[in-house]
């Protein structure tokens, strides 16, 4: 066995996580993969969620993004409470994780959407319309839904779930999320 080999073995979680991280946008689609680069580094956000029924509940959380696939992918992971923000022993409600990566087949972006605490799992394409994001896709019911990134800044930004029991004639707001940078700008 080779001494790559050797040292990838023993490494568990660091040799993947090594392989798994880059350093910036792949050279071979840069300005493409830049429409969600310009997300990439550390945020905070606060969020509501609406129920059908018109309450709502608030939550905090924390949502980071990085450069993945030798560039050629953006991945994340939310967080929900904050792990800073949570008691000894209190779970999370959300730790989920999404890879997403440019498609020029299609012209836009494919995103997998992966939260094991809830046993979620979401597929969407993700395109720029004017000055937002808009990923669809549809619910674990099978009703259209709709991720939308907008107000997007070098400091903030707003994320909003939507979904529509109309096959897209109205759209209803699950959730809401306002984002805060945290540190230095992008990454």
């Known amino acids: 066995m080779s001494q790559?080999?050797?040292r990838q073995a023993l490494g568990g979680s660091s040799a993947v996580l090594g392989a798994l991280?880059?350093?910036?946008?792949h050279p071979e689609h840069a300005g493409e993969l830049m429409?969600?680069?310009?997300?990439?580094?550390?945020?905070?956000f606060e969020g509501v969620e609406y129920?059908?029924?018109g309450g709502s509940s608030d939550h905090t959380g924390e949502w980071h993004?990085?450069?993945?696939?030798?560039?050629?992918?953006?991945?994340?992971?939310?967080?929900?409470?904050?792990?800073?923000?949570r008691a000894d022993g209190q779970p999370a409600y959300?730790?989920?994780?999404?890879?997403?990566?440019?498609?020029?087949?299609?012209?836009?972006?494919?995103?997998?959407?992966?939260?094991?605490?809830n046993g979620k799992l979401s597929v969407l394409v993700a395109?720029?319309?004017?000055?937002?994001?808009?990923?669809?896709?549809?619910?674990?019911?099978?009703?259209?839904?709709?991720?939308?990134?907008?107000?997007?800044t070098g400091t903030s930004a707003r994320w909003r779930?939507?979904?529509?029991s109309d096959e897209g004639g109205t759209w209803r707001l699950r959730e809401e999320m306002r984002l805060r940078r945290l540190g230095e700008g992008r990454g």
Do not use: C, H, K
């Open 94 to 117: 959300v730790y989920g994780t999404s890879i997403r990566f440019f498609d020029p087949r299609i012209g836009g972006w494919r995103v997998v959407w992966a939260d094991p605490v």
């Open 65 to 85: 993004f990085g450069w993945v696939l030798e560039g050629r992918a953006i991945q994340d992971v939310l967080i929900t409470p904050a792990r800073g923000d």
């Open 161 to 164: 779930n939507l979904v529509s």
């Open 35 to 44: 429409l969600f680069g310009q997300l990439v580094g550390a945020w905070e």
């Open 4 to 6: 790559v080999r050797t």
């Open 21 to 25: 991280a880059a350093q910036g946008p």
């Open 127 to 152: 395109r720029q319309v004017g000055d937002e994001i808009v990923m669809e896709g549809t619910t674990g019911d099978g009703l259209p839904m709709r991720w939308i990134w907008s107000e997007v």
């Open 51 to 53: 129920a059908a029924d």
